[in-house]
């Protein structure tokens, strides 16, 4: 069964800071990654999707990378703003399977 | 614009109450899923449905029941539901249910609270 987990649970940051927030999955045998955000009473944004034959993905101040050896991706921000201010959370699909499964998220908060 | 639309965006009813949850997409997608996502708990997902046929029922409880009368409308009918019902419900869209027809794109969820 996969497990993700997210550390930390929740960040907080100076506006102007890069950051990373990390994601760990137990079952190396993905075929992609996927990183979400998620505004409080709001549904997910898909940010960037990462596949398994890919070390990274970029998209504006965002880069994931992905070391499916290890099981671990990363979300770098650069120069965070005050509208980064979301949970982000981590996606993989079960081993052999379309399902997702999600990490619990990591709460950031940048402040001005 | 979102292309997956959720109504109603909260809803309060009591245990023996029935109602409806309902979702729309408009990305000509073939994959519609329900999730329930509870406070400080990953997503759980509940069903998935493929070309208006359920694939998948992850263990979720009779007192839900989806339907799917076509690849664009998916709906949750609720009945006789327990405090510990009390989430968010989202709904997601997908082109197809293989592992390359990622990403899965979100409703905004109805804040669903049971008295």
């Known amino acids: 069964k996969q497990e993700v987990t997210q550390i930390p649970a929740a960040l907080s940051v100076p506006e102007g800071e890069n950051l990373v927030l990390n994601c760990s999955f137990t079952d190396s045998a993905i075929y992609n990654l996927q990183w979400f955000r998620q505004d409080p009473g709001k549904g997910l944004t898909s940010l960037l999707l990462?596949?398994?034959?890919?070390r990274e993905q970029t998209s504006g101040r965002l880069n994931a990378s992905l070391d499916k050896s290890s099981g671990r991706s990363t979300l770098y921000i650069a120069a965070s703003q005050p509208g980064d201010s979301a949970t982000y959370l981590c996606?993989?699909?079960?081993?052999?399977?379309?399902?997702?499964?999600f990490g619990k998220g990591t709460k950031l908060s940048v402040i001005p | 614009e979102t292309g997956v639309t959720q109504t109603p965006r909260h809803l309060v009813m009591g245990m023996t109450n029935k109602k409806s949850l309902k979702c729309e997409q408009h990305?000509?997608?073939?994959?519609m899923y329900w999730y329930k996502q509870s406070a400080k708990k990953p997503l759980e997902l509940m069903f998935v449905y493929n070309f208006k046929e359920q694939t998948e029922n992850n263990s979720v409880p009779s007192r839900f029941s989806p339907e799917c009368p076509n690849s664009s409308h998916l709906f949750l009918h609720l009945h006789t539901l327990q405090p510990e019902d009390s989430a968010l419900y989202l709904c997601a869209s997908s082109q197809g249910i293989g592992q390359g027809h990622q990403p899965q794109h979100f409703g905004d969820g109805t804040r669903l609270s049971i008295l």
């Open positions: 990462i596949q398994s034959s890919q």
């Open positions: 990305l000509g997608h073939n994959a």
């Open positions: 996606a993989v699909p079960w081993a052999g399977s379309y399902q997702l499964t």
